[in-house]
């Protein structure tokens, strides 16, 4: 699965990219070069870590699940013992 930016996020990535080089590099980088790079890191980097937020997403939904059964719980066959306590009051 290619991993696609919309058209804004990634005008704005590509400006990050060439304010990074502008800040941290000798030379500036052109906004064709910028986005090239930027496709280049989308392909090549960017399966990772896709990859690791699906594996923590994955990790914090299984831990909610396990925990569904205390939240959602409800007491089995309470009605006699209901009856019971409203009789002696």
């Given at each position: 699965?290619?991993?696609?930016l ?8 590509i ?16 906004n ?6 930027l496709g ?5 980097i ?8 699906v ?13 569904l059964?205390i939240?959602?719980h ?16």
């Amino acid at each position: 699965m290619a991993i696609e930016l919309h058209k804004q996020a990634r005008q704005q990535a590509i400006e990050s990219i060439q304010r990074y080089f502008e800040a941290h590099m000798d030379e500036p980088i052109g906004n064709v070069a910028a986005g090239g790079l930027l496709g280049f890191f989308l392909q090549e980097i960017g399966p990772a870590i896709y990859n690791q937020g699906v594996a923590d997403a994955q990790e914090r939904l299984q831990a909610r699940v396990a925990e569904l059964d205390i939240e959602v719980h409800e007491d089995e066959f309470t009605y006699w013992a209901a009856q019971q306590r409203a009789a002696k009051r």
